[in-house]
């Protein structure tokens, strides 16, 4: 069967925009831009809140979330870099406290090691994923009481790339600041659902708490736990109680701990900034290229190999005498196959583009891993030494409480099994008479 | 009758002259029949070691001092022979008192070397920031937009408007800055990087930023004036291949 001009026309134009498209496609026309994302507002406190509703916060520095049977090679392809994620678990963790604190909610806010226990409430977290294009945390928030207020919910972020423009720019606003915003708001929406009696209960739990684990002897028995398995005030001590008044002068210090250790995360955050900050968007322009790259080196085999294939298999259409068919049927194939070809190299070329990227970034992430490293080191070492230093004088703080509390009340048990009052008159005298 | 009496308050007297006795104080069931009897004033506080020591009668033998509590009281209070339950717990309270002394002078001395490094760090910054905002920073309008988001520098929560201090004053040398953190350094002026612009580095490649990123951390001004120069050199370089 013979066939008609149009369907001639039709396959050589079929195979004409093939050639075209992969020739496009080669030219690079297939692009994505990435465009700065709209601003998350911090909710603002209002009003003023109460003291005793005004909740301290602290937050530990996130774990790193390195896998811990990957090796080197293979932490390399999923972008992890070992001391880099060390060093951004600490700015993390100081990039929410001054959110948090930022937003006026909250009473103290520091970031401080996971022996800070005895707090109001607790954010705690993990990194899933950190780089320049992308951040994923998952985060915990707990108050005294053990209650629950955000449970290991994942949190993730494209960057602003607005962020990225100047260094001006990175310094005034954090690129992932939305993400840190939506942990804030979390939190403070958690925290008004609770009745203002459940916030004052918190801080006296917590007050009550600390108490119990420096003067256990004297401080015991003020706290219960109710059947949910939450911790409650059963009852306050006295007002003059002398032990909980020397108990607060300690917990003094454990807050002047606190914030000494959130001084020394604070400057190992400032210290890094402008590094990191580069770093991010070095991180996001490679990543970017590199999978700009990938996708183009996609489009162009896979459309290149498809005009190739289609100039070369489909089959003749043109009558062997019809000319005019037999040239443009010609230059179909010959514009499908060159085109389909250069699309295909060119595509293959694009995979190597992609490797430098990859290449270069990696580069770029030994350079600042090896800058970063000695400064975790040396925050890591001053917090150990002071929270150490603390840790050893509250053994002896306890000591001193323990010896106050029995000397105040006689000593415990025994005052109770000794033998009966001595009488009027010496038994051995007795006796001896 | 009188003599049994007698003896038993011979024999006392010089058990607890002999320094045998130890037991915290129990009220004397002699002390209103001692009267003249001379009993020296730590007899008043173990009369009934004495007893037992004198008399030998299990009966009114005390039970031992409690192992753990009352031994580490001893050992907190340093509790001498003749110290009453007051004079051991003033001990002990000073100890405190000396011991919260001890710590905060070693908290001040951290928090002055936190708030020096802060210091130092943000007039280093301060000086790059100047130097900066010399250069052709056009496209800074998101640093105004983002300021109000920006988390606030001061690492200590103590606003007095949102946070009033919870707790009683800390040391406030925690908050310590020093007067040159208030003051821009002038560590640019007179030598020259005032005349020269310097150019935008948001199409930097890896050396250009790292020749940026180390002008703008130097805080010799020689140095500081001749890497910018680098800088320049290196972009004029990049920018006309």
New interface residues.
């Given amino acids: 069967m013979r066939t008609t001009d149009t369907q001639r026309w039709g396959m050589g134009r079929a195979l004409a925009v093939l050639g075209c498209a992969a020739l496009l496609a080669a030219g690079g026309c297939v692009m994505q831009e990435s465009k ?1 994302l709209p ?1 998350l507002n ?1 909710v603002q ?1 209002d009003r ?1 809140i109460p ?1 005793d509703e ?1 909740l ?1 916060v602290v937050v530990h520095p996130l774990d790193a979330g390195i896998p811990p049977n990957l090796d080197a090679k293979a932490l390399d392809k999923q972008r992890i870099n070992p001391d880099i994620r060390k060093a951004e678990s600490r700015y993390m963790a100081t ?1 929410l ?3 948090l ?2 937003s ?1 909610q ?5 970031v401080a090691p996971e022996s800070a226990q005895f707090i109001d409430v607790l954010v705690s977290g993990r990194i899933l994923e950190s780089t320049g294009a992308k951040l994923a945390l998952e985060i915990t928030v707990k108050d005294s009481t053990g209650r629950v207020w955000i449970d290991a919910r994942h949190y993730q972020s494209p960057p602003d790339t ?2 990225y ?5 990175l ?4 690129p992932f ?1 939305n993400l840190y ?1 939506a942990i804030a708001n979390d939190m403070v929406a958690a925290r008004d659902a609770l009745p203002a009696g459940e916030r004052r209960d918190i801080r006296r739990v917590t007050q009550l708490a600390f108490a119990g684990d420096l003067a256990p ?1 004297a401080m015991s028995g003020y706290l219960a736990k109710d059947p949910k398995g939450l911790v409650r005030v059963a009852r306050l001590p006295a007002t003059d109680d002398p032990i909980a008044t ?1 108990v ?6 454990d ?3 606190i ?2 250790v ?3 995360y ?2 190992f955050s ?2 890094m900034s ?2 990191y900050g ?1 770093w991010r968007r ?1 991180s996001f322009e490679e990543i970017e290229k590199e999978q700009r790259a990938l996708n183009q080196a996609r489009t162009r085999t896979y459309l290149g190999a498809a005009a190739v294939l289609a100039s070369v298999l489909v089959p003749n259409q043109c009558s062997p005498y019809d000319y005019n068919c037999q040239r443009v049927q010609s230059a179909a194939r010959y514009g499908g196959a060159i085109g389909g070809t250069a699309a295909f190299l060119s595509g293959l070329k694009k995979y190597a583009d992609a490797k430098v990227h990859a290449q ?1 970034l990696k ?2 992430s030994e350079t600042f891993q090896s800058e970063v490293a000695p400064q975790v080191i040396d925050v890591e070492g001053r917090t150990l030494r ?1 929270t150490g ?2 840790e050893e ?1 509250y053994r ?2 306890r ?6 509390y ?3 009340n006689g ?4 005052v109770q ?3 009966a009052p ?8 007795d ?3 | 009758m009188r003599t049994p009496l007698n003896c038993f308050l011979l024999v006392s007297a010089l058990l607890i002259g002999a320094g045998c006795a130890s037991s915290p104080s129990v009220p004397s069931a002699t002390r209103g029949q001692e009267g003249g009897a001379g009993a020296a004033p730590p007899a008043q506080a173990q009369p009934a070691t004495a007893r037992t020591g004198a008399a030998a009668d299990p009966a009114s033998g005390g039970p031992a001092p409690a192992g753990g509590g009352p031994g580490e009281a001893s050992a907190a209070g340093a509790s001498g022979p003749g110290q009453t339950s007051e004079e051991r717990r003033a001990a002990i309270d000073k100890r405190l008192d000396d011991s919260l002394g001890s710590f905060d002078a070693e908290l001040r001395t951290e928090q002055q070397r936190v708030a020096q490094e802060r210091d130092a760090r943000r007039a280093a910054a301060a000086g790059s920031a100047a130097a900066e905002g010399r250069g052709a920073d056009k496209s800074g309008d998101s640093a105004g937009t983002a300021a109000t988001e920006a988390p606030p520098e001061d690492t200590d929560s103590s606003a007095p408007g949102r946070h009033p201090g919870r707790h009683k004053p800390r040391d406030p040398s925690g908050d310590l800055k020093s007067e040159k953190a208030g003051k821009k350094p002038d560590d640019n002026a007179g030598n020259g990087a005032s005349a020269r612009e310097i150019p935008d580095g948001s199409d930097d490649d890896v050396v250009a930023r790292r020749l940026r990123q180390a002008a703008q951390q130097e805080t010799d001004p020689e140095l500081k004036e001749k890497l910018w120069q680098e800088y320049i050199d290196y972009k004029k370089n990049a920018q006309g291949k």
């Fill in positions: 700065p601003k911090l406190a003023q003291q005004l301290d990039q406290r001054g959110t604190e930022s006026g909250w009473g103290a806010v520091r607005g962020s423009k100047t260094d001006a720019a310094k005034a606003r954090d600041q915003s002897a020397r607060e002068r300690i917990r003094q210090r807050a002047t701990v914030d000494t959130n001084g020394y604070a400057n400032d210290q402008l590094s580069q070095a270069a580069e770029m002071l230093t603390a004088q002896q703080w000591t001193m409480l323990h010896a106050l029995l000397e105040e000593t415990p048990v025994q099994t000794e033998a001595v009488p009027s008159e010496p038994v051995a005298v006796a001896a008479h």
